[in-house]
Nanobody, 123 residues
Framework: QVQLVESGGGLVQAGGSLRLSCVAS???????MGWFRQAPGKEREFVAA????????RYADSVKGRFTASRDNAKNTVYLQMNSLKPEDTAVYYC?????????????????WGQGTQVTVSS
C-alpha cells in the first residue's frame, strides 16, 4: 500500500509563490505522479504530471508557464512549484500516483491519492 502526504499549502497573496511537496511511503515512487486540485463546488481537475524519471512533464493550460513539477526519487518526493499565483488557483491540491505510463491526466487513471493540502490565494 502506498501512502502519499502533501504539505506546503497555505495562504498567499496574488502574484506570490508556494512549493508543494508530496512524500510517498510504502513503496518507492517509481511511477508517474500527478497533481490535481479541487475547488469548492467543482470537480477535481488535472494540474500537472511528471514521469517516473522526471524527464517528461505535462501541464494544464491554466497553469502552464507558472507551475513546475519536479521530483527527487531518492527522497520519494515530488514537488509542485507554483509561481504567479492567482485567486482562481485557490483549491485543495492533491498528489497522486499512477501505475500507468504516459503521464496521464485523468482522475480515473490514478491509483493512489494523498489527503490534500489547501492553497488559498487572496486578491
Amino acid at each position: 500500500q502506498v501512502q502519499l502526504v502533501e504539505s506546503g499549502g497555505g495562504l498567499v497573496q496574488a502574484g506570490g509563490s508556494l512549493r508543494l511537496s508530496c512524500v510517498a511511503s510504502g513503496r518507492a515512487i517509481v511511477y508517474d505522479m500527478g497533481w490535481f486540485r479541487q475547488a469548492p463546488g467543482k470537480e477535481r481537475e488535472f494540474v500537472a504530471a511528471i514521469s517516473w524519471r522526471g524527464g517528461n512533464t505535462r501541464y494544464a493550460d491554466s497553469v502552464k508557464g507558472r507551475f513546475t513539477a519536479s521530483r527527487d526519487n531518492a527522497k520519494n518526493t515530488v514537488y509542485l512549484q507554483m509561481n504567479s499565483l492567482k485567486p482562481e488557483d485557490t483549491a485543495v491540491y492533491y498528489c497522486a500516483q499512477s501505475i500507468r505510463i504516459g503521464i496521464p491526466s485523468r482522475v480515473d487513471e490514478y491509483d493512489y491519492w494523498g489527503q490534500g493540502t489547501q492553497v488559498t490565494v487572496s486578491s
